[in-house]
């Protein structure tokens, strides 16, 4: 079967012929590709075209597509058993990396992906603080748990609307959307209700508005009101935990969140996530306390082992200061390439993760960055294809590096680069 054929199969068996949304392509048009297999920094289709890619299974490959070590890892693990629902010991392996790594994570409980993990903190969250009510920000993901699935209007506060069909309003009516970096909005909205919210949640790096950096001050300002008033900062840490650095972005920002989510990097391409933080919330969860949760293959063995060996390569020393190296050089690049062609382009970036964003306003909030071009994002996106470059599908997700894009495939990658913003410029 061609790709096309695969397609149209997948069409009449999956809803939008894939298994999460954004992969169908709908964004940027044309059909999805049909992906035969990846090696380091590259993805071939069925067709056999290879791309560089920079997707990255959206964000957990950071050493590229199959990494040896990760490889010899895993398979040494899964010989000996795929799943056992019981303790093991690679399990502490990891888990003890984390806490060491992550500053906010005295202890841990692992699931099978950031969307559980985020559930289950909000849950946790809810029942240590006694109250119901969650403040996130506009354009913030956390997964397509009911609660956290709501509408993000703009401007001022939303109370309440879900941004899914068959998300009951009665869920969502105490889930409180607030503008991203609005320091004053934040400030003004925990003075007046601050009382009744069980926690905050936030990306410390918004990745999927597109990625968006936070000012220091509203960083800041979440911790302080969140701790003035009795109510849990949760830090969703899932794209930007060992992303930005070995640990993650309350590492580098000195954020003390009370409860932490991971997942994405730390399952190595393997389906992981994790919840964590102070000691005294998390003897909460069950079997030690009230607040049930539980996982058939949380913490398996295979899943665990890639982590591991995920993680345990990215301790190599200057790996990391690499990483932002060439991040810079492919960031940069492409404002030059885009500034000499006269196309407006604002490239958001925080080391190995970035958004170009079509647009000639600074992209700072949810409502700045739909004001791109999603149109000439399209065409755009065509273009790069065309010329061998695996792209997010849309203009609202993160393109991202792993340590396989050195030097040689970032500069083939802005040769490419150059070419596609070309073609586009011709037709915009
Ligand atoms: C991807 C993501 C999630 C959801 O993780 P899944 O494993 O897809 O369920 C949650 N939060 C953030 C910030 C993410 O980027």
Redesign the pocket.
Known sequence: MNSEEIYRKACGMFPGGVS?PVRAYKAVGGHPPVIRQGKGPFITDIEGREYIDFVLS??PLILGHADPDVLAHLTETATKGLSFGALSEVEIQLGELLTRAVPGLERIRFV???????MSALRLARAFTGRTRIVKFSG?????SDSLLVKAGSGGATFGIPTSAGVPESVVKDTISLPYNDTEALKDFFSREGKTVAALIL?PV???MGVVLPDEEFLIAARNVTDENGALLIA?????GFRLTYGGAQVLFGLEPDLT?L??IIGGGM?V?AYGGRADIMKMVAPEGPVYQAGTLSGNPVAMAAGLATLNKLRTPGLYSLLEEKSRILGDGIVSIARSLGLPLKVNRMGSMMTFFFSNKPVRDLESAEHSDTRLFSIFHQEARKEGLLLPPSQFE?LFLSTCHDDKIVNLALERFKKAFESTRSQA
């Open positions: 999460s959206f964000g099978n992906s950031g969307t559980e993990a985020a913030g993901y956390h997964g397509h990306e918004a990745g999927n969703d840490e899932v794209i930007t989510l997942g994405k389906p996530g993160a």
